[in-house]
């Protein structure tokens, strides 16, 4: 695969005028769900997500000289307190990206970064937290060479982002991301996450995605080692064709703007995602009673109502509730009646497609 358009070797710091970057990015949410990779992140099919607004990380990287560029020397604080639980993971992501941003080892790095969510609420700060760090290292890169593209910054930002967390390479960008080749979506590829290269009909404008924080304890299972169930899992080659068959679906209905087949295709990958952990070996369930109550609810209500709402789920208890502008006043007054009740110390988010980086 071609990487080596990724590999700075022109970069001068000469013109270095800042020592400290910032960036603002984003959670998402997937429509159609990645969930098996191969090595370096590279996903076993494509995914497609939602950009979220609400839910971001806020990243600065601060920079300073590193007399030992053979050592590498990070600093991680994490809401205003140094933090020496994420630096193995950050450490780990930095090794791994510095074949395509050697500059780095002249740099000792300070990442103070802080979620908008709180850090227990089951809402995984990865993809935000490595789009952020890698947004942070592309506007460093763009100071030693400024010659490089916008386009350029974005893609290489989220192929960086990628080798952190995969689902991270769709956050640099709004308000819907693919990732992972796929022959019927121009432009996309299996090392970053691209704009969804299609008109989105105005019925997916302000997009509402409300979060029902079910679960705010930490998984069972991270998601690195159920990746890496669907290795040998019995059903993974079927998944990864629906997988792609999915992708096509929801990128005609996004075009389209078919509510009801978006309803369809959405809640059938959440619930496949986590038919996969009960069906792999070891065997897993990541879902809560209450997290099954909050579907049933939902369903009663649509069907009732005939509203378009839905739901999805990421790998944990929590509910993620997607529905349209027009519709979210009966919504919300429904989820504030019916469903908070469910979730823990009634704690929800209100969230709605966003724009990406900042
Ligand atoms: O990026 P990771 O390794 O945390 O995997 C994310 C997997 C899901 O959230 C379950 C699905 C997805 O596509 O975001």
């Known amino acids: 695969m071609a990487t080596n358009e990724f590999i700075s070797t022109n970069f001068s710091t000469l013109g270095l005028t800042k020592t400290s970057f910032t960036c603002?990015?984003?959670?998402?949410?997937?429509?159609?769900?990645?969930?098996?990779?191969?090595?370096?992140?590279?996903?076993?099919n494509t995914s497609i997500s939602f950009t979220l607004s609400a839910c971001f990380t806020v990243t600065t990287l601060v920079i300073s000289e590193n007399k030992n560029p053979n050592n590498f020397e990070v600093e991680v604080i994490f809401?205003?307190?140094k933090n020496e639980d994420f630096k193995p993971k950050i450490s780990a992501?930095?090794?791994?990206?510095?074949?395509y941003c050697p500059y780095?080892?002249?740099?000792?790095?300070q990442i103070d970064t802080r979620n908008s969510f709180p850090h227990s609420s089951g809402i995984a700060s990865s993809a935000s937290g490595f789009a952020a760090i890698a947004h942070c290292i592309?506007?460093?890169?763009?100071q030693l060479n400024p010659n490089i593209t916008t386009k350029h910054f974005i893609k290489k930002a989220s192929f960086l982002a990628r080798l952190g967390s995969g689902s991270a390479s769709r956050s640099l960008e709004g308000e819907v991301v693919v990732w992972g080749n796929h022959p019927e979506i121009e432009g996309s590829s299996d090392l970053f996450g691209i704009k969804f290269p299609y008109k989105i009909h105005d019925n997916?404008?302000?997009?509402?995605?409300?979060?029902?924080?079910?679960?705010?304890?930490e998984k069972q299972v991270s998601s690195t080692i159920g990746h890496s169930l669907m290795q040998n899992h019995p059903f993974a080659k079927q998944r990864f064709v629906q997988a792609n068959e999915n992708s096509t679906a929801i990128k005609n209905i996004l075009q389209s703007g078919d509510l009801k087949e978006f309803i369809n295709i959405v809640e059938s990958e959440a619930?496949?995602?986590?038919?996969?952990?009960?069906?792999?070996?070891?065997?897993?369930?990541?879902?809560?009673?209450?997290t099954l109550k909050i579907i049933n609810k939902i369903w009663a209500f649509r069907k009732t109502t005939n509203l378009p709402i839905c739901f999805t789920l990421d790998a944990g208890a929590n509910v993620h509730i997607l529905f349209p502008e027009k519709d979210k006043i009966k919504i919300n007054e429904f989820i504030t009646k019916q469903l908070i009740q469910y979730c823990q110390n009634n704690s929800y988010?209100?969230?709605?497609?966003?724009?990406?980086t900042k």
């Open 104 to 109: 780095l080892k002249n740099y000792k790095l």
């Open 93 to 99: 992501f930095l090794e791994r990206i510095i074949t």
């Open 271 to 290: 619930l496949i995602l986590h038919a996969t952990m009960m069906t792999s070996n070891p065997y897993f369930i990541l879902m809560k009673p209450n």
């Open 138 to 142: 592309m506007q460093l890169e763009k």
């Open 24 to 44: 603002k990015a984003p959670s998402n949410i997937a429509l159609v769900k990645y969930w098996g990779k191969e090595k370096d992140q590279i996903p076993k």
């Open 79 to 81: 809401e205003g307190k």
């Open 349 to 356: 988010i209100c969230d709605r497609i966003g724009l990406g």
């Open 204 to 217: 997916f404008k302000n997009y509402h995605d409300t979060i029902l924080l079910v679960d705010k304890d």
